[in-house]
């Protein structure tokens, strides 16, 4: 197949180029990311189309907008980015289209009746049931958050009607889906994938954990992700004020966004703040957990659990950011519901008293991906090409 993705960023785009090539197909991404910037990830030149002047203003005017107030200029931007993406499209004949939410609209009008698959993906939940949840949280912590503007919402709303089908990372962003009325048929779940041969470490990482476990050194807890009150922060500062926690050895590593600054002083009353690392150092990171925690409110496929699992990480995670779709559950860890710190601190505790059992389950979850054998970016390669075979449903 002859595709295009079209990606505003980076997000899983660079990761399933790259297997779709390997898969045999030929593969043009569009980003705004620039030459030098995608090399670093292992994209051939001839593969990108890159709108780097659109990367350049959207850092600027985000920068202008944290530091100095000034508007961000959310629709002129994605606007932009829309009608130079359309323009270089309609320039070649393609046969899918992976075009990301936010991004689509000028496309999927342009090209409302070309024969081409015009899949949209939208990395989280359904962009209303983003938006309340993140309501929701800025009512219950009074701070304010960065929520979907309703020109947003109104734009990605037209983007699901005009595409062929909506990509979903999650079974929790296929159920929002469902619940704002969005056809089942018109609805595919794509959940994402890992290089295991770069996250799985080595047997020494495996047995000095497990050392430490048996050892009953204080259980270290690892996350990995935004600091922000969307990842679960608010709970995460409750449940560190806990005196409980204090068994506990927990390390955030992740950039910190402006809502969760004024509570970042009770965050690390108990915690380790890490600022953002490179992606080729996460292993080593990775190494340092006995367990990984993952409270986020909302989150399509949060790529962070995949990661953690190749680690060799038990997870307690939400039910809101695909942990279901990595975690087998009292297997490689615990799925635990959204804005309870208290359910949380009881897994972490159980942990910490069942130190044997938590052992067994970091080598039992170490086997599990011997040979490389974890859902690997090949894997979603040939789910997507699946995924465009089903007929095309246009309602």
């Known amino acids: 197949m002859k595709i295009a993705i079209v990606v505003h960023g980076r997000f899983h785009a660079f990761e399933l180029a790259q297997a779709l090539r390997q898969r045999g197909h030929t ?47 959310e629709a002129w931007l994605h606007q932009l980015f829309g009608r130079w993406a359309a323009r270089a499209l309609g320039k070649e004949h393609w046969d899918v289209l992976y075009l990301w939410s936010g991004i689509a609209e000028e496309t999927l009008r342009l090209r409302q009746e070309g024969q081409e698959l015009k899949l949209l993906v ?61 056809p089942p048929q018109k609805l595919r779940l794509l959940p994402l994938g ?19 476990l048996l050892a009953g050194e204080p259980l270290r807890v690892l996350y990995v992700g935004a600091i922000s009150l969307q990842k679960g922060m608010w709970d995460l500062r409750t449940l560190l004020a806990c005196p409980a926690s204090r068994r506990f050895c927990m390390r955030l590593l992740g950039p910190q966004t402006p809502e969760v600054r004024p509570i970042v002083a009770d965050l690390l009353t108990g915690a ?34 995949s990661q953690a699992h190749a680690s060799g990480l038990p997870i307690v995670a939400t039910t809101n950011c695909g942990g279901p779709e990595v975690v087998h559950e009292g297997e490689t860890g615990w799925i635990v519901p959204i804005r309870r710190p208290d359910v949380i601190l009881e897994r972490l505790q159980w942990c910490d008293t069942h130190r044997q059992e938590l052992a067994n389950m970091v080598r039992q979850i170490y086997a599990q991906n011997q040979g490389e054998r974890g859902r690997d ?14 007929p095309i449903v246009r309602l």
Not at 124 to 131: E, K, P
Not at 194 to 212: G, H, K, N, S, T
Not at 377 to 390: G, I, N, R
């Open 27 to 73: 593969v043009k991404l569009l980003t705004n990311y620039p030459l030098w910037g995608t090399r670093r990830f292992g994209i051939p030149d001839d593969m990108v189309h890159s709108f780097w002047p659109h990367g350049i203003l959207s850092r600027i005017a985000y920068q202008l907008h944290q530091t100095v107030g000034l508007p961000y200029p």
């Open 377 to 390: 970016w090949l894997q979603v390669a040939v789910d997507f090409e699946t995924l465009c075979s089903s």
């Open 272 to 305: 380790e703040w890490i600022p953002q690392q490179p992606q080729a150092t996460l292993p080593h990171w990775y190494a340092w957990g006995d367990i990984f925690l993952f409270p986020s409110l909302q989150d399509g496929f949060a790529v962070v659990l």
């Open 122 to 182: 939208r990395g989280s939940a359904h962009i209303r049931t983003q938006a309340d949840i993140l309501l929701e949280e800025e009512q219950r912590t009074g701070k304010p958050l960065d929520r979907p503007s309703p020109w947003m919402v109104a734009r990605e709303e037209r983007e699901y009607q005009l595409a062929d089908r909506i990509v979903v990372l999650s079974q929790f962003a296929y159920r929002s889906f469902v619940a704002q009325g969005i």
């Open 194 to 212: 890992v290089d295991v041969a770069a996250f799985r470490p080595p047997l020494e990482v495996i047995e000095a954990r497990c050392r430490r």
